[in-house]
């Protein structure tokens, strides 16, 4: 029960410093440096900036005790409002990827298998890497799903699809697939959004949001396992088929007739600690990993 409430707590307290940084930020900028705080505050900046100023004038008619009193009251009014006039604002917008139809069922991905084929477009061996699913038809919803965030194309050139294996600490691994948040409908979305704002009121910060679908589990890394020999082997940037399979009756995997593989570029292969807050994977271990 307290390890419980201690795990909640420290949820809480995340959430709570994660808006701090979502709502106030200072960015260094040479030799200076900007505050970035979020647009909602916008009119309170806006009026403590206009009640500074009409204060700064009326201070002429204050009486001190002497001239530099005087002077330091100034000279504080004048840095508060210099740190005001480098404040810029945040504003945020949301872009969707395309989501499943129905809920995504973690039950029914079975395993994942590593591996190495011939394709007739590559000289030698290809890297293959694909899931066990439990039935035909979940199969086809995930490729659909797949399809959807390559615009429809089995060769992913544009690495629309990105995939990833985490090895974690107690000899097991997370593998995650999620639509890459460059694709190029979102950076369309954005530059948009941007042009937009800058008409209104230029140099402000955007934060951009993605609402996507990550599809993540975690497997244990068995004696019989061939992944480590495959991490061995793959290289970094390589093309490498990505398969979806049902159980065959001698527990190999076997293709769905009318799916076809997709070829994928640069499987992200990274162990836990070696993940920083850049990767997508970084906060999302938390989810899976604990």
């Known amino acids: 029960m307290f390890k419980r409430k201690l795990k909640n707590l420290r949820r809480k307290l995340i959430l709570w410093l994660n808006s701090i940084r979502f709502n106030f930020a200072i960015r260094r900028k040479g ?25 700064s004038l009326v201070s002429a008619f204050f009486y001190f005790q002497s001239v530099w009193y005087a002077f330091l009251f100034g000279l504080a009014v004048f840095l508060f409002l210099e740190v005001l006039n ?16 129905s809920q995504i069922d973690s039950k029914k991905w079975i395993g994942c298998f590593f591996g190495y084929a011939t394709h007739p477009s590559i000289r030698g061996n290809i890297p293959v890497v694909g899931w066990q699913l439990s039935d035909e038809a979940y199969v086809k919803k995930v490729h659909s799903l797949l399809l959807e965030w390559s615009y429809g194309e089995l060769n992913d050139e544009k690495n629309n699809i990105c995939a990833s294996v985490i090895l974690m600490a107690d000899n097991s691994y997370i593998f995650y697939c999620y639509p890459n948040i ?5 950076a369309e979305f954005f530059e948009d959004i941007e042009r937009q704002r800058n008409e209104k009121s230029k140099g402000d910060v955007h934060h951009k ?11 244990p890394i068995s004696d019989k396992s061939y992944l480590p020999t495959f991490i061995q082997k793959y290289r970094e940037g390589a093309p ?20 076809s593989d997709f070829m ?27």
């Open 86 to 101: 480098r404040v810029l604002f945040v504003y945020t917008s949301m872009y969707i990827h395309p989501l499943p139809n």
């Open 264 to 290: 994928l570029r640069n499987l992200k292969i990274k162990k836990e600690i070696e993940l920083i807050k850049k990767d997508i994977e970084y906060d999302l271990v938390r989810v899976l990993g604990r």
């Open 182 to 186: 460059e694709r190029k409908t979102a």
């Open 209 to 219: 949001i993605h609402l996507m679908q990550v599809i993540g589990k975690r497997f």
């Open 31 to 55: 030799h200076f440096f900007d505050i970035i705080i979020h647009e909602k505050y916008k009119n309170f900046a806006r009026i403590i900036r206009y009640a500074l100023t009409i204060i």
């Open 240 to 259: 490498f088929l990505f398969r979806l399979a049902i159980p065959g009756p001698n527990g190999n995997s076997i293709p769905i007739e009318n799916v």
